[in-house]
């Protein structure tokens, strides 16, 4: 029945194409009359939804990010991607910069910092896309606090203008609140793989040079 | 003959029918206890953030058209996201089915040498009975989400889509942990947060130390070759990047035209699903990123029955479920039968017309009947499928074809016929439904459907029907 030369790539799309007949479907017009990019950005939203998701948030000018930073993480190890800006750095903290650390050793350290891409104030949706700032997935995902560092205009309104910005070819970490299961009767439990402290510090716009 | 998934491999046939296995799951007030707990929880989370978003109807319908458009441009699309994965030095493998499917990951891992993989929740390797493969192989599968987890150790099968261990409670959970997790604290009590806190010890080594992963994907999109997994514990995050390999096992419908189409369906999906504004993880990879992640990556499309849906031109629709499980949170009959009578890896009401289309409908023949055709699940879907015009084309089918194989109908065909007759004609169904109402003022609530319907309403529960059916709602408005 089936010809012993055809590849199952040939095969299935012989079916598909035989499923769909002569002619070939007619795509339909796809009406797009749902919210686009480009609505007003609520700074306000972006912490209800954070706050509600129970990330911490702190509001602060680009040169108190140490004292915050200090504040949760002083006298700790912190893995910080090789492009951070150091400022955000306290001298309480001791830092391993991440040039290709390996797993195990990331897994021991108390925290991370990083910088944001993008961030979607509707869903309370920091975005990460491996810039130098923020560094390889991995970092922001073993340590158990993760404290995110994000300026005012990487915030979006909703996730048709986050898409927008960012570039599909890059590998991209969506993070909403901490690491969360509701598989027990489907109660929300904070932290089961991922960080179980997510803090988000918000920084004016425009004082500091992002990496990447 | 369009090819359905083969017999003898994967999950999707039970091996009774349904209303045999739902009179059991029936009787288990346990059961039925948790899943009520579940589903009203879930289905009150998902309204509120539905409410939030102004243009919820508007999302629905871009979504529907955007599946529409897939399906009528399916080789196409997926030919071109072949061309953008491997342009991102990813390889891609086609799987005729289940067999085929099976094959190729158990080659790719046995290459690797390795004897352990490491499994994000999927859906579809559910389907394939992917697991089972590699145990025969020598190879230990390892699930990581903590319901497939809970299920594993159990040596359970998932009954809910989106949460496999809704039928356990924590009381069960903990005694599940107590029993097949090695070095469990036995002091263990049965506080979420303190099973869950089990469940992290329990597979941090397992997360550094393996070197294979195998996920699905939620989307994959055509233009770019991105795909993404959608998740909420951060063991999807940690099996897509801590690995030398990557594998994933996804269904030719998961593919998206454009990265903008995600712009609907990731709004979409997580309000439906767990009734969040956003889960908590998604991942979004595209081919493999020098020094960020597994080097290298496999995506294994998965036919299996897929292009015999895509035949049907009613039935197409079935393949636009993007797995939110709404409609499994709102049906009557799944909130008293629960997952597990279904058979199938894909429960409720989806599962009773995804279930039969993939295998041929004689092979699930009593799933299309696994409904009472409230509509509930029509009005919850974000993507407007509408189940129960499939429910009633699938019933018509399998009468004709039993029909024409035994020259008599059987009883429950007869019956069927009837129901199908009525369910077609549109005033006739209205006043079934008015009628079954007027069931439940005459103090009959759980009697069944009046003659003929009702040949197969005896020994069933049937749902209290709404006060006032979705149709009338629509036309009030
Ligand atoms: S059929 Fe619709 S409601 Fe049901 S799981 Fe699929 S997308 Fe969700």
Redo the contacts between chains.
Sequence with gaps: MVDATMTSRELILGRLRAALGPPPGSPGEVARDYRPAGGAVHLDVLVHRLTDYRASVHQCSDDEVAQVVDAILGGRRVVIPAGLPRHWLPDTVEALTDDGLPADEIATADGVVTAAAVAIAETGTVILDAAADQGRRVITLLPDVHICVLRVDQVVAGVPDALARLDPRRPLTWISGPSATSDIELNRVEGVHGPRNLHVVIVPRGTHHSGG | M??TAPRGVGHLRGDEPFPVAARRSLADAQLRR?LG??TS??RAKSAAVIDEV??WQ??R??GS??K??T?????EL??QLETAVVA?GGTV????DAV?ANRIVTDLVTATGTDRVMKVKSMATQEIGLNEALEAAGIEPVE????EL?VQLGRDKPSHIL?P??HR??AE?REIFLREMPGVDPSLTDE??I???A??RH??RT??STRVAISGANFA?A??G?LAVVE????G??C???PDTLITVMG?EKVIPT??D???F??LL?RAS?G???????????GV?P???PQDFHLV?L?NGR??V??DEVGRQALHCIRCSACLNVCPVYERTGGHAYGSVYPGPIGAVLSPQLTGVEDNASLPYASSLCGACFDACPVKIDIPSILVHLRAEHVTAYRSEHRLPSAEAVTMAAAAYTMDHLPMYEAAQRGSRLARFAGRRGRGLPPPLSGWTVGRDLPQPPPQTFREWWTQR
């Design positions: 369009p090819t948790n707990h579940a929880t879930i102004p243009d508007e999302l319908e871009a058209a955007i529409a458009d399906m009528a441009r399916l080789p997926l030919q991102a493998h086609w799987a005729v085929e990581t989400d903590l319901a809970i949460v261990a809704i409670n924590r959970i979420p947060a099973l869950a806190a469940a992290r597979l941090r997360f550094l999109v233009e770019t991105a909420s514990e951060g063991n995050r940690m897509l990047t801590l030719i990265w903008a995600l712009e609907v990731l709004q997580p767990t969040e504004r956003m889960n908590p993880y998604t991942s979004m990879w595209t990123t020094g960020d992640g499309l036919d292009s015999a895509l035949a």
